[in-house]
C-alpha cells in the first residue's frame, strides 16, 4: 500500500522545503496550468482524496431559510429610506422589482451549476470546470475576501443596534483606543456562530430557522402596523426622479439582494440536489423578493419620500407616525437579522475555502473534514479569525464598494459560465469553439458598453447608445442560440438559455457601472496580489498533488483493491460533463454499491475490496 502523506505534506503540500524549491525551479513549466480546465470525475477524485465528506444533513427547507437569512438583514431597515429619498421616491417599490428580477436571473443560472455539479465550493466549481484554474482561483479569492469582510462589517453593527434595542446609546457597548473604535461584541458574534458550526452544519441551519423564523414575525408586525398608519397621499409624486430613477434605485438596492450565492456552496450537504438546490436557491430569491417590496411600500405610505430619515428610515418613520415603540422591533428586526448574516456568511465562505483546499491551490489542511462532526472545522476557523481583526477595529468604511464589485463580477463571470458550459467543448481545442467563444467575448463587450453608456451618457446619445448596445446584445444571444450547439444537457437546466444568461450578464455589467472607480482600483491591486500567490504557491502545490494522486494510482495494492478499466479520455471526448462523472463512478455493469463506493483517477475505476 502506498505510505500516507506527512503531517508536513497535509498542512503545506509538500513533504519538505527542498520539494517546494524542486518545484519552483519549474515555475516557468507549470504555467501552462492557468487554462487547466478541471473535470467532473477530477473534483470528485479531489474530493474523495480530502478524507471524510461533507454529511448530507439539509434539504430545500433548509437551503431556503438558509438563503433567506443571509439576504434579509439589517440593511434592509437603512437602504430603503435612503434609495426612496435619493434615488427614486415612491418608485423605490419599482425598484426593488427589478432588482430582484435581476438576482431571479442569478439565482436560475447558479441553480443548474448547484444541481449538476453538488459540491462544496459553489462559483469556485462552476468557474474551475468550464474557464479555468487561474480564473477560478482570481474571481473566487476575491469573493472570499468580500465576504470576510462582509461578515466584519456587519458583525459590528451588531453592538449599536442591540444597543438601541435595550435604549442605551448606540455606542454603549463600544469604546475608543487610539484612533480605532473597539468594538469586542462584534467578535463574539462572529465566534458564537463559528462554534455552531464547527460542531454541526444540521444544528447552526436550525439555529439559523429560529433566527429567521423570529425575524419574519418582527417584520410581519412592523408591516402590520405600517400599513395601519398608510396614507396614499405620501405615494404622489410617484415618479419625482424620473423613469432613471427606477433603476438608480435598483443598482442601489440590488446589493440588499446579495447573498444568495452563499447557499449554493452547501450543495454537497443538501440529501437531493436535484430538487433541493434549485427549489431553495429560487425560493428565497422570490420569498426575499416579496418581502423587499413590501418593505419599501410600506415605508414610503407611511411618510412622504422627502422626510424620510436616510440614517435610519424606519426607526424615525414609526416615531413620526406616532408609534414609537415601533423603533424597538426595527431594532430586534436588524439584530436577528445580523446574527443570520454572518452565521450563513461564516458557513458559506468555509465551503469555498474547503473547496479550494481540496484542490491544493490553497493550503491542503483547509481542505480536511472532521472526521467526528462532518464539518470543516479548520475552514471555518480560518473565516473566522480572518474576520476578527477587522470586526473589533475598523468600520471598513474604504472598501465596501469593492465588496460590492467584486460580488457583481462573480454574477456576471457565472452567467457567462453557463454559456460556456452549455456551448464549448472543453476537451477540444480553440478551432472547434471559434464561434461560441467570438459570439460570447461580443456578448461581454457589448454589455460592458451598455454599462459604460449608462454612466457616462446623457441625452440623445444616452438613449441610442443604450438601445444599439441593448439590441446588439439581443442579437449576440439570438447568434448562440443558432449556431452554436448545447454540447451539455443536465436534468435540471436553466430556462431561456441563452436569453436568461445573457440578460444576467448584462443587468450585472450594469450595477457594476453604478459604482466608483476606486473599487476597481482595490479590485486590481487584489488581483494582482492573488496572482502573485498563484504563481509562488498554487500551481506547485497542486501540480505536487496530481502527481501524488497518480503515483498512488500506480501503486495500488491489487489484493486489496483491483482496478476495472473504465473508459479513457479519448472515448469520453465528445461526452458532456455530467456523463463523464457518472461514466467515471463506476463500471456501467456493477451494482449500485460498486458506483457508490468506486474511486476513479485517469480512467481507472477502484473498487472496494470483495466481501465475498
Request: charged share 10%; net charge neutral.
Amino acid at each position: 500500500m502506498v505510505a500516507s502523506q506527512s503531517r508536513r505534506y497535509d498542512w503545506s503540500g509538500f513533504d519538505s522545503t527542498k520539494d517546494y524549491l524542486r518545484s519552483l525551479a519549474r515555475t516557468h513549466k507549470l504555467l501552462s496550468r492557468a487554462g487547466y480546465v478541471r473535470h467532473p470525475e477530477r473534483q470528485l477524485a479531489d474530493k474523495a482524496a480530502s478524507g471524510t465528506e461533507l454529511k448530507k444533513c439539509l434539504n430545500w427547507f433548509h437551503v431556503a431559510m438558509l438563503g433567506t437569512g443571509m439576504i434579509v438583514g439589517a440593511g434592509i431597515f437603512v437602504s430603503t429610506g435612503v434609495a426612496a429619498q435619493e434615488k427614486a421616491g415612491p418608485a423605490i417599490v419599482i425598484s426593488f422589482i427589478v432588482a430582484g428580477i435581476s438576482a431571479l436571473l442569478s439565482s436560475l443560472c447558479y441553480s443548474e451549476f448547484a444541481t449538476q455539479y453538488p459540491l462544496a465550493g459553489g462559483a469556485y466549481n462552476y468557474i474551475s470546470l468550464t474557464m479555468g484554474e487561474l480564473a477560478a482561483w482570481l474571481i473566487v479569492t476575491t469573493l472570499v475576501l468580500e465576504y470576510v469582510l462582509a461578515n466584519a462589517a456587519v458583525a459590528r453593527s451588531f453592538s449599536s443596534y442591540f444597543a438601541a434595542l435595550i435604549g442605551k446609546d448606540t455606542a454603549y457597548f463600544t469604546f475608543a483606543y487610539k484612533d480605532y473604535t473597539v468594538d469586542f461584541m462584534a467578535a463574539g458574534v462572529i465566534l458564537l456562530c463559528c462554534a455552531l458550526l464547527s460542531f454541526s452544519t444540521a444544528g447552526g441551519s436550525w439555529f439559523n430557522i429560529v433566527m429567521t423564523g423570529s425575524q419574519l414575525l418582527v417584520i410581519l408586525v412592523i408591516l402590520i402596523a405600517g400599513f395601519v398608519k398608510s396614507d396614499r397621499a405620501n405615494l404622489s409624486p410617484f415618479l419625482p426622479y424620473g423613469a432613471r430613477g427606477i433603476f438608480d434605485g435598483a443598482s442601489f438596492v440590488f446589493f440588499s439582494f446579495i447573498g444568495f450565492d452563499c447557499v449554493s456552496t452547501l450543495a454537497e450537504e443538501v440529501k437531493n440536489p436535484a430538487i433541493d438546490m434549485p427549489v431553495g436557491i429560487v425560493g428565497c430569491i422570490t420569498f426575499v423578493g416579496l418581502i423587499y417590496t413590501l418593505m419599501s411600500l410600506c415605508l414610503v405610505s407611511m411618510v412622504p419620500y422627502d422626510q424620510l430619515d436616510p440614517a435610519a428610515s424606519f426607526a424615525t418613520a414609526f416615531t413620526q407616525v406616532g408609534l414609537p415603540w415601533g423603533q424597538y422591533l426595527v431594532a430586534l428586526g436588524a439584530v436577528l437579522g445580523i446574527i443570520t448574516g454572518v452565521l450563513v456568511g461564516v458557513m458559506g465562505v468555509a465551503r469555498i475555502v474547503t473547496s479550494m483546499g481540496r484542490t491544493h491551490l490553497f493550503f491542503p489542511v483547509f481542505g480536511k473534514i472532521n472526521e467526528r462532526f462532518g464539518t470543516p472545522i479548520w475552514a471555518t476557523l480560518f473565516v473566522t479569525l480572518a474576520a476578527l481583526p477587522l470586526c473589533i477595529l475598523t468600520d471598513l468604511p474604504d472598501l465596501i464598494d469593492m465588496v460590492s464589485a467584486g460580488t457583481l463580477m462573480v454574477f456576471a463571470v457565472v452567467a457567462l459560465a453557463l454559456i460556456w458550459k452549455r456551448t464549448v467543448r472543453t476537451r477540444h481545442g480553440f478551432a472547434d469553439n471559434v464561434k461560441p467563444f467570438a459570439l460570447m467575448a461580443a456578448l461581454t463587450c457589448c454589455c460592458v458598453a451598455f454599462a459604460c453608456i449608462y454612466a457616462l451618457c446623457e441625452g440623445t446619445a444616452f438613449i441610442a447608445g443604450l438601445a444599439v448596445t441593448a439590441g446588439l446584445a439581443i442579437l449576440c444571444c439570438i447568434a448562440i442560440h443558432v449556431v452554436c450547439p448545447q454540447y451539455d444537457k443536465p436534468s435540471y437546466r436553466a430556462p431561456l438559455f441563452p436569453y436568461l444568461p445573457g440578460a444576467s450578464l448584462l443587468l450585472n455589467s450594469f450595477l457594476m457601472a453604478s459604482l466608483p472607480a476606486q473599487a476597481y482600483w482595490q479590485l486590481a491591486l487584489f488581483f494582482a496580489v492573488m496572482l502573485v500567490f498563484y504563481v509562488l504557491y498554487s500551481i506547485h502545490a497542486a501540480h505536487a498533488f496530481e502527481q501524488n494522486s497518480l503515483a498512488g494510482c500506480k501503486a495500488i495494492d491489487l489484493e486489496a483493491a483491483p482496478a476495472v478499466r473504465g473508459p479513457s479520455r479519448d472515448d469520453l471526448a465528445d461526452q458532456s460533463p455530467s456523463d463523464v462523472a457518472l461514466r467515471h463512478m463506476g463500471p456501467n455493469s456493477a451494482p449500485a454499491e460498486g458506483l457508490k463506493q468506486g474511486l476513479s483517477s485517469g480512467g481507472v475505476t477502484r473498487l472496494p475490496p470483495s466481501t465475498r
